[in-house]
């Protein structure tokens, strides 16, 4: 029996060298995408491929995971972030204001999953920033309405 195996060995060595060393290739070639690291501060979302789509109610936490080389981890980042935002509002006259923004978020760890799969990774600039804008320039133009009635009104009294 043993010489059997042996023989047989032999005659197939070759092709289990070769086996070996495309194993060993393929492994050194997909290790970044097979082995993920989600450091601290982080949380991931797992995209299969062949099984589902995006995985939305379970978010992965900071440690070390491995996954099929075909599926893709989506990594966020779930501490407070700051993004600085310039925004230019012009006035009910026309008039441009200039204002620098600081805006400070934070997404929520429980529907990251869902987030990805309906907004996305670049989900700061699709709906943070743009909604930001929006409820400012309505807040500002009301405001500015109420601060140019009011210069007027304290113009035309020192006037009289």
């Not at 047989?8 to 993920?36: D, E, Q």
């Not at 869902?114 to 743009?130: A, F, K, M, R």
């Amino acid at each position: 029996m043993r010489q059997k195996i042996r023989a047989w060995l032999k005659r197939k060595i070759p092709y289990l060298i070769i086996l070996t060393l495309f194993l060993f290739w393929a492994l050194f070639f997909f290790w970044p995408r097979i082995i993920i690291t989600i450091h601290s501060g982080e949380a991931g979302v797992l995209y299969w491929l062949f099984l589902g789509g995006t995985e939305t109610d379970h978010v992965y936490s900071e440690g070390f995971y491995v996954i099929a080389p075909w599926d893709k981890m989506y990594i966020y980042n779930v501490r407070v972030q700051t993004v600085l935002h310039d925004l230019e509002v012009l006035t009910n006259r026309g008039l441009p204001i200039q204002l620098k923004l600081a805006i400070r978020f934070q997404p929520e760890y429980e529907t990251l999953g869902v987030l990805h799969q309906e907004v996305g990774p670049d989900y700061i600039n699709t709906i943070i920033v743009p909604d930001i804008d929006s409820v400012l320039r309505r807040i500002l133009a009301i405001r500015i309405r109420k601060i140019f009635m009011l210069t007027k009104k304290i113009f035309s009294r020192k006037l009289l």
